[in-house]
Every structure is written in structure tokens, then in C-alpha cells.
């Protein structure tokens, strides 16, 4: 075996072979030819990814496995770890695009020899891309000791290893572009070990980034002092310069890789560091259009005993708790006069009676523009609802406004068509980022307008014809500077009335009347008591190879349309997700997501539920979402409804059922059903259906019975309703 062959553990030998983790296990004890370990531990061994695939091959188990899922497996598995690796291959794919000529004549050696060269031709391309190693710092004069350059250039004792890693991610870049191949490898890291990275979801960097955009002052020139993975500065669509730092090595380097394979050398300019962005500003000097940042929350140890007489804090001096203000004043400090910052911050942040101070002289100075409360879910940590606050640097030339603008996208009226069909709060993953959009943006706008041109004259503090109530105010600087100083926007919007007024909760009240009836009518009737049934059992593995139905997972693909989740899978919704954008590229066709079709059953993976849904012409077209399984069965061999009950089966779900960690996952291929005729299959079929129907009118009953009850308690309480 050569040295530098990747390994792979039991988990990856049962995804190529598309069986469970057991069955590897049995092939161990039942094989003596089975490969050895070469690496790993007792209990986790690994093997080498060829020979695993040889004997796969030879027993007839390897399906053919896509070219993306042999590269993930070979990152995965590099010996030096998958981050070290993700750079190595994102430095080898900036080669790929940026002179192929060149990755042409290198790929026509010998791995060793490879190696050599490839560190020398990417000593010169990320010298041209990113500045020489040596560099400290950057921006408009000289950089602080401590923060270089994010990419250094591999050796080539460190590039050996990853010698046929990097063939093969130039295979996948020639099927679907340089910048599809580094993002899919990301994106199955940053998945693959979630509680590592705190990630900014693309729905609020693209909100973020539209809010640095808007208006006359394009935001060419950009600043992330806190990057993270770079979604922020990737969402923007038209910058001339691009500036990140982070205190993570690894982040700041496949950072700088992912913008600069966003773009060329022509579009825009990357500099980006790796260093403690408060202690040691990679770009001290540095004036730019607009600063998104993403920052870590609750931070004790942000350097407050050392940067006491910091000429950043001009505000205030921040307090021991209060890290989020010293980022809110870094980001000032950052910007030119008239700029735009944008930070999430999280909700304590408004209202903590230690950071009161600077938050009166942020009021004072014009410099804090808007608060926006997000719904929760937006962002980790999912429980709570985190704030935006929009700043904008105050100067000479710049007018301070008097007037602070309030969002509250909380709690977003849901469309009325909609209200009883679909949970009352959003929660992760199924955010409508298109309605929070609007609403921010909505009010933004105008807001910047008026400030930017300038209010009428006479015209009172508070622009209330702009208020919608329950969503946005314009408030008076002045209202806002009392004891407290407590910018949370819930406490100073007028609230929506009640439940949509006396009308709403009539039609309602109406409905749930008209449900109720409905439900009664649906309810089983007494079955007839018998003795177990004992029926010769398959399993949907078999039924599967013996292609009475299809086995396919989602999660993948870009694209319009709309995404059915396990949330609706849960909840018997409409599909409530959305694809990632299909990128704006002619490198290779983005990836097909799986799409739903009428008859489909789909069963959620994570959980101890018993939950499967059959897909109606509703809901079909819609892309099948992350943790899915969809079973797709052959009609002349298996009623739908027949196949989701019993999966649904109490028992059966329990014997396939697996524990890891802290959930509890489903293998669907372990489920198990009867074999009976199609007839009898459709019979037992049409009482499931029966029963899905009243499941479903239950749930409606519950939802509108809720809303009701909310309703008429708003009402009495602000006295839109009146007893009777």
C-alpha cells in the first residue's frame, strides 16, 4: 500500500457500499479476506480506501461511487486531517482556474516529483493572490506584528500526501468548476462537524449584506473582522476589495480561498489574516465603505485588561462583559465618514445596564442607525432571537439624525391563507428569509432616504407615517436616552392589533367550529380485536434490491423552487426551505437536487418519531431537504399508503433505530413490512389514509384552537375585545 493511501473508517466503507454501519462489522467477522486496518484505534479502526474498494468491488457491494463522494472520501480520510487538506486542495484549485496550462504540465510527473513542483508554482500564484508570506498586515499604512498572511504555502513534504487528493478534486473541477468543487468539500466539513464552527446561515448574509448595499454609496470596499467560513463577504455582489481577519488559522485560510475563488484577479482584491482581531488589528489603518461582522458573543477574555487607552473606544471604554460593544467600536473605527456597518449582535446587548453608556453616546452621535430583532432560529445560538444593529460612521460631511429606526421581525405576521395551515414561529431551518428580508428592507430604505437627502422641513420627530405597527418605528433619539437606554425593539413598537382584529378572530372561531365537526366525522371506528397477525416479513433493503422501490437522500442541489424539510415532514406542511442560489458561473452545471414525486414516502432520519409522509400533487416538484430518506415505490408492486403505515409501526421503528451521541437515528433499509398481495395492501392502505386524515384535521384543531386562544386574550387585554 503506498504511503500516502487514504483511509477510511467503518462509517465510510458502509456509505460507499450503501449498507449500515453492522453490516461492515459482519463482513469484518465473516471474511477472513477482508482488508486490515492500517491505521485508527481499537474501537475505530480505519482502512485504506483502495484496497476497500478492491474488495468491494470483487464481492459485487461497490456500487459505482459518484467522482464528489471519492474525493470527499479521500479529504476526509488524508492522513494530515481533512482542514489541512480542504487548503491544500482549495490552493490546487485556484491553480486549476487560475492557469490550467500550467496544472496541465504539473499532473505529467510523478507524484513525488509533483509534489515539488506544485509547492513552487503555488509559492508564486499565492504570492500574486494574497501578498508575499511575510507579510504582517495590510490596509493604507503598514500592519500590526502578530497577524500574516492566511494562506502560507505548503511544502512539498506536506503537498506528497495530498498528491492524489489534488488529482482528483482537479477531475471534480473539470466536471463542475473550480469554485462548485472547493464549496462542495467545505460545505460537507463545515456538516460534518458542526459544533466546530459557529456558522452565519446564507439567508442573513445576504440580508446583511443588501442592508451595506442599499442607497447611493455602494459598498465597494469591505471589512469582516471576525470572518469565520466568509459568507458575509461572499454575499456581496459588487466589491472592489475584499478585507477578513480571524483568530482561527484554518478559517482564515480556507476563507481566503473561498473569495478568491469566487472571483478573479481582475474582479476584485483579497487580503486576508489570521490573528486576535481586538489585540492585534491585522489593518490598523485601514478606512473602508462597510464593515459585516459576525462576532463572538459573551467573550470574557477579549483583551479588556490590556487595551484600556485603545483609541478605538471612542464611545466608551467597554466594559469586561460588554465584547460586543468593543467590536461594535472596531467596526467604526473602520469606516470612512458616512459608511455602514452591520453586526449581529445578540439581544442582551440592547438593554445591558453596563453598556448603557455607550449606547447613549452611539444615540448622541448619530452613529447607531437601526436595531433589528431577527426571528429566532436566524442564527446560532437558534434559541433566541439576535439582533442586527446598522451603524454608520459620523464625520464632517455626515448629518446626524435625531431619529433611530426599530424593525421587529420577531414574530412575522403570517400571510392569511396560511395562518392555520402552518406553525406560528419559524425556528431553524425554516425561516422564510424572504419575508424577514422585506420587512427589514421595507423599512430600511426609506429610513436611508430620508436621512440621505434629508427630512422636510418643519417636519416632527418620529416619522410616523412610516410605522407599521408591530414591525417598524422611527423613534425620537430623545425618547430612547432615559435611565436605562434600552434599545430592544418589542419595547418601543406599537403592538399589531390583536389576533388581526375582531374579524379575524371571528372567521377563526368559525373555522375551528367547521374543523371540530370535521374531526368528528373522521374519527376511527372500533376495530375488531384479533390475535396478532404473523406474516411473512421483508425489509424496504430488499424490497430495494429487488427494485419494488427506490432509496434516495436529500440535502443537495441549487437551485428556485422549494424545499420540503423534516419540519413539514413533522408537521404536515407545505415545503417551507429554500435551495442555495444557483451560482452565477459557467464552470460546470450545478448539482440536481432530488425532487419529490406524487406517491413518494418520505421518512425523516433524525428522531425517535414515528413519522412518514406520502407525498400528494401538492407537494410534489418540491426538492426533498437535509436529514430525508424518500422511498419510492413501484405502484404494481406496492400501495404507498400500505408502505407508510407500516413504518410507522411503533415496533418496527425501534428495531430501526440506531443511537448516536445524542440522537437517534433511522435506518430505513432495517424497516420492516409484510408480504401481502396488492389488493390487500390497498385495503390496509385506505385505512391508513383514513387515519392520516384525521391525524391531520387534529393537528389543524390544535393550531387554530391556539390561535384563537391568543387572540382573545390579546384582545381583552388591550381592549379591542370587549366581554360579553
Not at 445591558?352 to 452611539?362: E, H, K, P, V
Not at 433611530?404 to 428569509?433: F, I, N, Y
Not at 372567521?507 to 366525522?521: G, W
Not at 425489509?539 to 420540503?564: C, F, I, K, Y
Amino acid at each position: 500500500m503506498p504511503e500516502n493511501s487514504t483511509e477510511v473508517t467503518a462509517a465510510g466503507i458502509a456509505r460507499l457500499a450503501g449498507v449500515g454501519r453492522a453490516a461492515v462489522s459482519n463482513w469484518r467477522r465473516r471474511h477472513a479476506d477482508f482488508p486490515k486496518p492500517v491505521g485508527g484505534t481499537e474501537t475505530s479502526p480505519s482502512f485504506a480506501l483502495p484496497e476497500v474498494e478492491r474488495w468491494l468491488r470483487d464481492q459485487g457491494k461497490l456500487a459505482e461511487v459518484p467522482l464528489r463522494e471519492r474525493v470527499w472520501q479521500q479529504l476526509a480520510g488524508h492522513p494530515a486531517g481533512a482542514v489541512p487538506a480542504l487548503v491544500h486542495t482549495g490552493c490546487a484549485l485556484l491553480l486549476v482556474r487560475d492557469r490550467p496550462t500550467a496544472w496541465l504540465e504539473i499532473t505529467a510527473v510523478s507524484d513525488g516529483r509533483m509534489a515539488t513542483v506544485l509547492h513552487l508554482a503555488l509559492s508564486d500564484l499565492l504570492t500574486a493572490r494574497f501578498g508575499p508570506a511575510n507579510e504582517a498586515g495590510d490596509g493604507n499604512r503598514g500592519g500590526t506584528s502578530g497577524c500574516v498572511r492566511a494562506v502560507h504555502t505548503p511544502t512539498a513534504d506536506e503537498l506528497l500526501p495530498s498528491v492524489p487528493l489534488l488529482r482528483a478534486a482537479a477531475e471534480l473541477a473539470a466536471e463542475t468548476g473550480a469554485r462548485q468543487a472547493f464549496e462542495f468539500l467545505l460545505g460537507r466539513q463545515l456538516d460534518a462537524n458542526p459544533r466546530q464552527f459557529t456558522l452565519t446561515p446564507q439567508g442573513l448574509a445576504e440580508l446583511m449584506a443588501a442592508l451595506v448595499e442599499t442607497g447611493s454609496r455602494p459598498a465597494r470596499t469591505v471589512l469582516d473582522p471576525a470572518t469565520g467560513t466568509g459568507a458575509l463577504l461572499r454575499a456581496l455582489s459588487r466589491p472592489t476589495a475584499l478585507y477578513a481577519q480571524d483568530a482561527d488559522p484554518d478559517l482564515a485560510a480556507l476563507t481566503a480561498l473561498r473569495l478568491a475563488l469566487n472571483s478573479t484577479v481582475e474582479s476584485y482584491t483579497v487580503a486576508v489574516r489570521a490573528g486576535d482581531t481586538l489585540r492585534a488589528d491585522a489593518f490598523p489603518q485601514l478606512a473602508v465603505d462597510a464593515v459585516l461582522c459576525h462576532p463572538p458573543f459573551n467573550e470574557r477574555n477579549w483583551g479588556h485588561d490590556e487595551l484600556a487607552y485603545d483609541p478605538r473606544w471612542e464611545y466608551g471604554f467597554p466594559a469586561r462583559t460588554e465584547s460586543e460593544l468593543a467590536w461594535v467600536q472596531h467596526a467604526l473605527a473602520h469606516l470612512r465618514e458616512g459608511g455602514t456597518a452591520v453586526l449581529l449582535m445578540p439581544p442582551a446587548a440592547a438593554s445591558r445596564r453596563s453598556g448603557r453608556r455607550i449606547r447613549a453616546d452611539l444615540l448622541r452621535r448619530g452613529a447607531l442607525r437601526a436595531v433589528v430583532a431577527l426571528p429566532a432560529g436566524a442564527a446560532p445560538p437558534y434559541g433566541i432571537p439576535l439582533h442586527l444593529w446598522v451603524l454608520r460612521k459620523p464625520g464632517a460631511g455626515v448629518r446626524p439624525s435625531p431619529e433611530l429606526l426599530l424593525v421587529d421581525t420577531a414574530e412575522p405576521a403570517e400571510p392569511a391563507a396560511a395562518t392555520a395551515a402552518t406553525p406560528a414561529s419559524g425556528g431553524r431551518d425554516r425561516l422564510d428569509w424572504q419575508a424577514v428580508r422585506s420587512a427589514v428592507l421595507d423599512a430600511w430604505e426609506p429610513f436611508d432616504r430620508a436621512e440621505r437627502t434629508g427630512p422636510e422641513p418643519d417636519a416632527p420627530l418620529g416619522r410616523t407615517g412610516q410605522d407599521r405597527p408591530g414591525v417598524s418605528r422611527v423613534v425620537p433619539v430623545i425618547e430612547l436616552l432615559d435611565d436605562d437606554v434600552d434599545l430592544a425593539p418589542a419595547r418601543h413598537l406599537p403592538p399589531p392589533t390583536a389576533g388581526g382584529g375582531p374579524a379575524e378572530l371571528t372567521r377563526v372561531r368559525d373555522r375551528l367550529t367547521e374543523t371540530l365537526r370535521l374531526t368528528a366525522t373522521l374519527t376511527p371506528p372500533l376495530a375488531d380485536l384479533s390475535d396478532p397477525a404473523h406474516w411473512p416479513l421483508t425489509t424496504v433493503g430488499e424490497l430495494a434490491r429487488a427494485g419494488a422501490l427506490q432509496l434516495r437522500t436529500g440535502g443537495s442541489g441549487t437551485g428556485p423552487g422549494p424545499v420540503l424539510t423534516e419540519y413539514d415532514v413533522l408537521g404536515s406542511t407545505a415545503p417551507s426551505g429554500t435551495l442555495p442560489a444557483s451560482p452565477a458561473s459557467t464552470d460546470g452545471p450545478p448539482e440536481e437536487p432530488v425532487l419529490v414525486e406524487p406517491g413518494d414516502v418520505v421518512v425523516p432520519v433524525l428522531g425517535g418519531g414515528t413519522v412518514a409522509r406520502v407525498i400528494d400533487e401538492a407537494t410534489a416538484g418540491a426538492a426533498l431537504g437535509r436529514n430525508l430518506q424518500l422511498l419510492r415505490p413501484d405502484p404494481a408492486a406496492l400501495d404507498p399508503w400500505f408502505l407508510a403505515g407500516f413504518l410507522r409501526g411503533t415496533a418496527n421503528n425501534r428495531q430501526a433505530s440506531s443511537y448516536a451521541s445524542t440522537a437517534t437515528r433511522l435506518d430505513a433499509r432495517r424497516l420492516q413490512l409484510p408480504r401481502l398481495p396488492l389488493a390487500e395492501q390497498q385495503r390496509y392502505g385506505a385505512q391508513f389514509r383514513a387515519l392520516a386524515a384525521f391525524e391531520d384535521a387534529l393537528r389543524l384543531t390544535g393550531r387554530l384552537g391556539g390561535q384563537l386562544v391568543q387572540g382573545m386574550y390579546d384582545g381583552l387585554t388591550d381592549g379591542t375585545v370587549t366581554p360579553k
